[in-house]
């Protein structure tokens, strides 16, 4: 990763699908890179339909500020710490939570059905669609994204 800066004010996220990466940008430039993994059901904003809604957001809230890493959240409330050596099949919200709004009309309802940018128990998925709809990121990973980016900073996801 690369040095952070304090300048989140203008700084946006691009979700790849097709490439299953995170960037972010400092106005045009881009300050860092993760590999992350979005849902195995593909792309739409059907209303329980699991899949990763396409196009233009906002990050609505941040979640989960001074958290230890891989704190367990469930309802965006912290209910423990994650023992690596207790491994789980469970899909667990983890670490930070950024959870989106969607900008236009068609998913709009992005924030109604609980989409996420958040750490992840399933590490060893990443780089491959795996979740139920949110952006899955590693735990240090979405601990330094949580760090450069504020609420209402814009994200685009596309195929």
Same mark, same amino acid.
């Given at each position: 990763?690369?040095?952070?800066?304090?300048n989140?004010? @203008?700084?946006? #996220?691009?979700?790849?699908?097709?490439?299953?990466?995170?960037?972010?940008?400092?106005?045009?430039?881009?300050i %860092?890179?993760? +590999?992350?993994?979005?849902?195995?059901f593909? #792309?739409?904003?059907?209303? @329980?339909?699991?899949?990763?809604?396409?196009?233009?957001?906002?990050?609505?809230?941040?979640?989960?500020?001074?958290? %230890?890493?891989?704190?367990?959240?469930?309802?965006?409330?912290?209910?423990?710490?994650?023992?690596?050596?207790?491994?789980?099949?469970?899909? $667990? #919200?983890?670490?930070?939570?950024?959870?989106?709004?969607?900008?236009? %009309?068609? *998913? %709009?309802?992005?924030? @109604?059905?609980?989409?996420?940018?958040?750490?992840?128990?399933?590490?060893?998925?990443?780089?491959?669609?795996?979740s139920?709809?949110? +952006?899955?990121?590693? *735990?240090?990973?979405?601990?330094? $994204?949580?760090?450069?980016?504020? #609420?209402?900073?814009?994200?685009?996801?596309?195929?």
């Amino acid at each position: 990763m690369q040095t952070r800066e304090n300048n989140a004010g @203008g700084r946006s #996220v691009e979700i790849s699908i097709p490439g299953q990466h995170l960037r972010v940008f400092d106005g045009k430039r881009e300050i %860092a890179s993760f +590999i992350v993994s979005t849902s195995k059901f593909g #792309v739409g904003s059907r209303e @329980g339909s699991n899949m990763t809604p396409l196009g233009n957001f906002k990050i609505s809230e941040k979640i989960g500020e001074g958290a %230890a890493l891989m704190t367990i959240f469930s309802g965006r409330e912290p209910v423990g710490v994650y023992d690596r050596e207790q491994s789980s099949g469970e899909d $667990l #919200v983890m670490t930070r939570i950024m959870w989106l709004h969607g900008s236009e %009309a068609h *998913n %709009a309802n992005t924030r @109604g059905r609980y989409i996420y940018i958040h750490g992840t128990n399933q590490e060893h998925c990443l780089g491959q669609p795996a979740s139920f709809g949110c +952006i899955r990121m590693g *735990n240090e990973d979405v601990v330094d $994204l949580f760090e450069m980016i504020d #609420v209402g900073n814009r994200v685009r996801i596309f195929e």
